[in-house]
């Protein structure tokens, strides 16, 4: 049983490099979301995604960008990384019902990434 | 806009009974979800609460009072593995509020 898988795990990065995050998933959910964790900020979704070749921008998009090309793979790549990108990244999906999210989250096991 | 409140930590001891609540601001209001998150992990579905009332799943149950706009997580004969954060979360909008720490100490 897979659910969501993200590579890499962990990454180093020196700033102004590009970097993408994969994030696949094997349970056909519909949704797709980004967040990223830091201490004392909790959770916060980055972008989303309704479904397959549409997304949406959430609370802190700014330096990331995201495709939908198919139901099961949701990358994030950030285009110019920068120190203040260094964070716990988790994808997530979900089912959703007419339109409104009532089905629970799935989230991967995390992608740290740090920005030097 | 849409905010979310919860207690940065709270502590308790084996065996006894915790509340963790939640208070929001929304416009619009679709539901509310509960997660657990252990250091180092991804989170966890707990509970969701779309009506007002408790919802109960084992040892744990989730109120919510959307007149109120608030809910609370309640987690009964605490053991040392509930040591986690707990995250309130709107359903539609997927906006976590910043958890709460709770340690249970022996």
């Known amino acids: 049983i897979a659910g969501i898988t993200q590579a890499p795990t962990s990454q180093i990065l020196a700033a102004g490099r590009r970097m993408t995050l994969r994030c696949t998933q094997d349970?056909?959910?519909?949704?797709m979301y980004w967040y990223r964790q830091d201490l004392g900020l909790g959770l916060r979704l980055i972008h989303y995604?309704?479904?397959?070749?549409?997304?949406g921008k959430g609370e802190v998009p700014d330096g990331y960008s995201v495709s939908r090309a198919n139901t099961d793979d949701f990358p994030l790549t950030l285009a110019s990384a920068v120190p203040s990108q260094t964070s716990v990244y988790f994808c997530a999906s979900s089912a959703w019902t007419s339109g409104v999210n009532t089905g629970e989250l799935f989230f991967g096991e995390g992608s740290r990434l740090t920005v030097l | 806009g849409q905010n979310i409140d919860q207690p940065t930590e709270m502590t308790a001891t084996e065996g006894a009974i915790v509340q963790i609540n939640c208070t929001y601001q929304?416009?619009?209001?679709?539901?509310l979800f509960w997660y657990q998150q252990h250091a180092g992990e991804a989170p966890t579905f707990l509970s969701y609460?779309?009506?007002?009332g408790l919802e109960e799943k084992g040892r744990f149950s989730s109120f919510l009072s959307r007149s109120k706009g608030y809910s609370y997580l309640l987690l009964k004969e605490l053991q040392m593995k509930d040591s986690a954060s707990y995250l309130c979360a709107f359903t539609d909008k997927l906006i976590f509020g910043t958890g709460t720490r709770l340690q249970v100490f022996p």
């Open positions: 609460n779309v009506l007002d």
């Open positions: 349970m056909r959910h519909n949704a």
């Open positions: 929304t416009s619009g209001f679709n539901g």
């Open positions: 995604s309704n479904t397959a070749g549409t997304t």
